[in-house]
């Protein structure tokens, strides 16, 4: 069983940087970010697949977030900047065992326990 963890949450203000991290306990192939905000749906931020040579961003976060990993650390990593107070709500960490990318909750096998991201306005 892999285990995820997510770490870099807090408390920002509009406009202000955040580095999210993810570590795994085993070896995971593709992998993603989602947000869930207060009263809402669990949605894909951003995924990648093993390699790294493929991503996905959602339409809210392009230009502004960058999704990385090293795999030699089994580690993934989101940059946000320019944060927006929408962009506020708890992030998970996810991973699944095929190499291509994907972006439906459903098709991740692994979840991290959640890292909240509040950004003031």
């Known amino acids: 069983q892999v285990q995820l963890v997510e770490s870099g949450g807090g408390l920002v203000q509009a406009g202000d940087s955040l580095r999210l991290s993810c570590g795994a306990s085993?070896?995971?192939?593709?992998m993603g970010w989602f947000r869930q905000a207060p009263g809402k749906e669990r949605d894909i931020v951003a995924a990648?697949?093993?390699?790294?040579?493929?991503?996905y961003y959602a339409d809210s976060v392009k230009g502004r977030f960058t999704i990385s990993r090293d795999n030699a650390k089994n580690t993934m990593y989101l940059q946000m900047n320019s944060l927006k107070p929408e962009d506020t709500g708890v992030y998970y960490c996810?991973?699944?065992?095929?190499?291509?990318?994907?972006?439906?909750?459903?098709?991740?096998?692994?979840w991290g326990q959640g890292t909240q991201v509040t950004v003031s306005s």
């Open positions: 990648l697949s093993w390699s790294g040579g493929t991503t």
């Open positions: 996810a991973a699944h065992t095929g190499v291509r990318i994907s972006i439906t909750v459903s098709a991740y096998n692994y």
């Open positions: 085993g070896r995971v192939f593709g």
